[in-house]
């Protein structure tokens, strides 16, 4: 089993400071532009029997043909879960990893055999506590390991997962159970977007919410979450007891195992001034809601496939096995 810190120092002189109001962008493959698309009705069930004809797909307002289409696409899922063990989170690190590793073993036990998850928990400092494996045995044995300490470095957590997860195949989604915090993070929350957009990731927070009321609560971490799910056509997760956490595992199985597969190869939109290209996917029924990535990067991204070609990083120090 391999480990290494994540803990990570900004070279300042290399930064160049995001914009808050930056839009939520994405990376074209190639030519053909990938869309993973959720469907539910107005009750909040998923609706996984619509056809290629039900769906429009606009590139910078500019309608689009459907080339390729699946409903409750086959296509592989590569999952990093991430386990916030900060001492915020500790006396619920229990039922936490038991939630955890239910999850895991009903998603490999069904789907694709080329379905893989890697497990990672950070604290003040990210561990790779196992790379992507379909091993459920593998994994479950990591989640053992699993212990908590000081410090809550999220944004660093998805970063660098985001990174790891970016040249992989198939369907890339990010998965964190965490209560909302971030304390020691070298990356900002827009950096920390940026890496998951470039990596075509769907975000899926966790928040574990011992507190019903606002004081006490890290409302802002919630909301950042729920920002970053939003723009990676995700969603956030409330639960606040174990049988909760239960269901927003299943919820976020259900979806994986209904979502829809559109893709296009960009024709008759006007060469834009920046290389984000707004996306919008509607659906012909207005009692129906979709929920999907809303930009990418075209072919004039010049930064060669990472989230800032002007951002390096390097390990501080590193945890020992």
């Not at 920046?274 to 919008?280: A, K, M, N, R, V």
Request: contains cysteine.
């Amino acid at each position: 089993m391999s480990r290494w810190l994540a803990k990570y120092s900004l070279l300042a002189a290399a930064c160049t400071a995001l914009s808050a109001q930056q839009p939520t962008v994405f990376r074209a493959n190639v030519n053909l532009v990938h869309v993973i698309a959720t469907v539910k009705n107005q009750s909040g069930q998923l609706v996984g029997a619509l056809q290629k004809s039900d769906f429009e797909v606009f590139d910078n307002g500019v309608r689009q043909e459907i080339a390729v289409f699946e409903r409750q696409t086959g296509q592989p899922v590569s999952i990093s879960l991430l386990i916030d063990t900060s001492g915020s989170t500790a006396k619920d690190l229990k039922y936490e990893i038991d939630s955890a590793a239910r999850f895991l073993h009903a998603l490999l036990s069904e789907g694709n055999p080329a379905d893989a998850v890697a497990l990672y928990s950070f604290d003040y400092q990210v561990t790779e506590v196992r790379s992507f494996t379909h091993n459920y045995a593998s994994l479950e044995a990591a989640l053992k390991l699993v212990h908590g300490s000081g410090g809550t470095s999220l944004y660093d957590a998805i970063y660098l997962t985001a990174r790891a997860l970016e040249p992989r195949q198939g369907r890339k989604v990010i998965v964190i159970v965490t209560d909302g915090g971030n304390t020691t993070s070298s990356v900002d929350i827009q950096k920390a977007l940026k890496a998951a957009q470039f990596a075509d990731a769907v975000m899926y927070p966790v928040v574990d919410v011992p507190i019903t009321n606002d004081a006490g609560r890290n409302t802002g971490g919630e909301n950042a979450l729920t920002f970053m799910a939003r723009g990676t056509g995700g969603r956030t997760f409330f639960p606040s007891a174990a049988k909760e956490l239960d269901k927003a595992f299943a919820d976020i199985i259900s979806e994986l195992r209904t979502q829809y597969f559109l893709g296009f190869y960009p024709h008759g939109v006007p060469p834009p001034k920046s290389p984000f290209h707004s996306l919008e996917v509607r659906v012909d029924s207005p009692d129906l809601r979709v929920s999907a990535r809303n930009g990418y990067y075209g072919e004039s991204e010049t930064s060669g496939g990472s989230p800032d070609a002007s951002i390096a990083v390097a390990p501080t120090r590193k945890k020992k096995p």
